[in-house]
């Protein structure tokens, strides 16, 4: 982080932005949004999994407001941390314009 006031940009990957990125980004809001701003979008997005919504409710976390998006919308931003959560995602990667 190059200033102590500005927050660190992570973004999670997975194919269909359904599951595992949005957990990712749930939990790690919930316990560590003051210092991260968190980001995941899917290479091919559909909606987030009622399952996915139930299950994080079950632990505390709410991310009931949370959608599924498409990696595109991030393609101009710049990211301190990029993680991957599926192959399929990795595969993709190579195709997303990202800048350190």
């Known amino acids: ?5 500005q927050k660190e ?3 999670f990957i997975c194919t269909r932005n359904s599951a595992r990125s949005q957990i ?3 939990f790690l809001r919930f316990k560590l949004g003051d210092r991260y701003e968190i980001f995941n979008p899917g290479n091919s997005p559909t909606v987030v999994s009622s399952y996915t919504i139930e299950v994080m409710r ?18 101009n931003d710049k990211f301190d941390r990029v993680i991957t ?6 595969e993709k990667l190579s195709l997303f ?4």
């Open 24 to 26: 990712s980004e749930g």
């Open 85 to 90: 959560l599926c192959d399929k995602a990795r």
């Open 9 to 11: 940009k992570i973004l």
């Open 58 to 75: 079950e632990i505390g976390i709410d991310i009931s407001n949370q959608s599924s998006k498409s990696i595109e919308l991030y393609f």
């Open 97 to 100: 314009p990202y800048s350190w």
């Open 1 to 5: 982080m190059t200033d102590k006031l």
